[in-house]
């Protein structure tokens, strides 16, 4: 290991910290002081610190732009599908996600459950209007948007109520609306903005709920999406 990395890189978590001064940080690394200064010299000429003033540093702008780019470099669908195996192996139930795309709700990664098929056969595929991941993807979006999205086969009433859930509750699997035996539940992943980039639905057997009740698993589908936005950088 390179010394000189090492201590460079404990300098940015001591700023992060707090300790921001030279007498702070030498103390905390319980390294000289004119090898902390030579250090954090070489760290603001590349701007990963910047002297705020005769005393203190602050991190640099060059670290937000690597947070930035590495945020923005994650496929989501990467990114999510550990939970997503995880929320399977849990409720057994059947895992997709969606993003919205050109005013369409598409499947980008799914998690086939056991039992019966229940959700998505493939990636790629494009969701119905009426499905849960769909008006989780419009309650995020603009009117406008979120009217080419929709059109008028979904109430304003019933997307008002999936802002204010936090999730949408559908009834059955996208190819027949009309089942019963099935229940699915979507909720929203975001990102470090805390735009909604995707929705992931969970779908399982509806084992004697009513319709439009969420199902059991609604609350480990809401923790999977809370895992996923962080690893988003959402807070």
Do not use: N
Not at 182 to 193: F, I, K
Request: charged share 25%; glycine share 8%; aromatic share 2%.
């Amino acid at each position: 290991m390179s010394q000189s990395l090492d201590r460079g890189l404990r300098i940015l978590d001591e700023i992060a910290a707090g300790r921001t001064t030279l007498s702070d940080i030498s103390e905390s690394l319980g390294v000289h002081k004119s090898t902390v200064l030579r250090l954090l010299v070489t760290l603001q000429q590349h701007h990963f610190v910047h002297r705020a003033d005769a005393h203190h540093y602050r991190l640099g702008r060059r670290l937000f732009d690597l947070a930035s780019f590495a945020i923005e470099s994650r496929d989501v669908a990467s990114v999510a599908r550990p939970a997503m195996d995880r929320l399977r192996d849990s409720t057994g139930g059947w895992v997709h996600l969606a993003t919205h795309e050109e005013g369409e709700a598409v499947v980008v990664a799914v998690a086939a459950g056991r039992g019966p098929h229940a959700g998505p056969a493939r990636v790629g595929e494009v969701l119905p209007l009426h499905a849960p991941a769909t008006a989780v993807l419009a309650a995020a979006l603009p009117q406008e948007q979120m009217e080419t999205l929709l059109g008028q086969a979904v109430p304003r009433t019933e997307i008002d109520a999936v802002r204010q859930a936090g999730f949408a509750v559908g009834r059955a699997d996208h190819r027949d609306e009309h089942r019963a035996d099935v229940a699915t539940v979507a909720a929203p992943v975001r990102d470090s903005t805390g735009a909604v980039v995707a929705a992931m639905t969970l779908t399982l057997p509806r084992s004697g709920v009513p319709t439009r009740v969420p199902p059991s698993g609604t609350p480990r589908l809401l923790e999977a999406c809370d895992e996923v936005s962080r690893e988003l950088g959402w807070t």
